[in-house]
């Protein structure tokens, strides 16, 4: 994953990227248990409450979007590089190491929810035991580009926001 400095600020494509990924990880999130709400039912010959299926549905492409939009921005970092971190030292190390556990989780967790739909149920579990992991990671990454706004007052989230300048 390695990338070449470029601007100050992240390209539009790059920030429009982060921005849906953003979104659709909440939502996967937020209805994430209507899969297991569905399968129980089917595991009990019942039919799935509607919601539940319907969510279940879109948990299922949201999955497919997120890997697809991770896929991309790893293209398109590898091509146009990012910003040079601002910090330094073990916080950039520190930075940086999250950065390739998010890649590392939103290629993950798609792939081990497919394979837990089509081939082997029991990576399930595999899949499930990531949302936690990125619930804590969104968590610290929210903080920090929060520290780095309000406290050390650099540009990281602007970086984000606005784009190069």
Known sequence: MASKPVR??????????HWLTVIIVAAQIAFGDSVSAVERAMREGRTPDGFDAGMANAHFWGGISVLTLTVLRLVIRHRDGVPPPLATGLQARLATASHHLFYVLLILMPL????AWYVLPAA?????LGKPVLIVLIAVHVAA???HHFVTRDTTLTRMLRGPR
């Open 8 to 17: 100050s600020g992240y390209n539009s494509a790059q920030r429009v990227i």
């Open 124 to 128: 399930g579990a595999v899949h499930e």
């Open 145 to 147: 580009a929060l520290w």
């Open 112 to 115: 081990t929810g497919l394979v």
